[in-house]
């Protein structure tokens, strides 16, 4: 039954994070946010681990691991990529990056795993990118008008965060294929928190105002993402190809689309409708069956 709806709670999930990070911005800097959100993530983990008695890495290298891929999967990845959206990085061109990660990964995966996507899959992979294309063409239609005058360095930023995402998730796959994901998960955050909390103490002034649209933005971060769209990401990351996994994402930027236009009022295009129809078949290609 998890394995059938796994993908699409997931999807879901995960792209709260974005509508998350937008309100959080009015309340707390960022890194400081994720700093607390990673270590009671991690204290939660923790906590749930031992209530049902959950086997804990044994050897130091198990542990070791674990704390390594969450600097990887979570600590640089989320301060990269709120830190580039905080400095101006365009919502066109993020999604453009964020929709090269399934492309990066399949190839990776390919070189340091072994996996070998079918001729159908690889079509979707290609077609999910193009659909992710069409759906921001008309952020990035502006950007190109624009420029990216002074947004360089953040630009750069955010492409080491899509690369660090994409190294974790395949060292997810191929060190960190036993165990009990629970007690792993915390290992992961104290590995992320060792990263974004001495970056906000060196760059930041610990602002989090304490009100209940903070409070709540911190509670669904740590509850509906950091345990539940990541926890669901690491068990089909364990269950099938990392590729498959990886493809998902591309479901995320429109679904964000929608969920700001609900949420926020923002305008939903016609070429964010196309756009996530074509997503979508090449997501169904990717994962098919068969």
């Known amino acids: 039954m998890l394995d059938r709806f796994a993908p699409a709670i997931f999807v879901l999930l995960w792209s709260t994070g974005w509508i998350v990070a937008k309100v959080a911005a009015a309340h707390a800097d960022p890194l400081t946010f994720l700093s607390a959100r990673h270590a009671l993530a991690a204290l939660v983990f923790a906590g749930l681990a031992t209530f049902v008695g959950a086997e804990w890495p ?48 399949a190839l990776l995966a390919a070189w340091l795993l072994g996996e070998r996507m079918k001729p159908l899959q690889a079509v979707g992979l290609a077609l999910g990118f193009c659909g992710i294309m069409l759906a921001v063409s008309p952020q990035f239609s502006g950007l190109l008008t624009q420029g990216l005058t002074g947004l360089a360095f953040p630009v750069t930023v955010n492409l080491v965060a899509m690369l660090s995402v994409t190294l974790g998730t395949l060292f997810q796959k191929r060190y960190l294929a036993a165990g009990d994901l629970r007690s792993i998960a915390v290992w992961q955050y ?20 304490w009100t209940l649209a ?3 933005a911190m509670a669904w971060s740590v509850f509906g993402l950091s345990m539940g769209a990541v926890g669901l990401l690491l068990y089909l990351i364990r269950r099938g190809q990392v590729s498959r996994a990886a493809s998902l994402i591309y479901m995320v930027p429109p679904l964000v689309a929608v969920e700001a236009t609900l949420f926020f009022g923002e305008p939903l295009s016609t070429p964010m409708v196309a756009g996530t129809l074509i997503v979508v078949a090449g997501v169904y290609l990717v994962n098919r069956k068969g």
Not at 60 to 77: D, K, Q
Not at 192 to 201: F, I, N
């Open 58 to 105: 044994a050897t130091a290298r198990a542990r070791a691991g674990a704390f390594f891929s969450g600097i990887f999967l979570h600590g640089l990845y989320l301060a990269g990529l709120w830190w580039a959206i905080g400095q101006g990085v365009p919502a066109g061109l993020s999604g453009i990056i964020a929709g090269l990660q399934p492309l990066l990964t």
């Open 190 to 209: 104290l590995g992320a928190v060792s990263v974004t909390l001495p970056l906000a103490l060196s760059l930041e002034s610990l602002r989090f105002d």
């Open 214 to 216: 903070a409070i709540a």
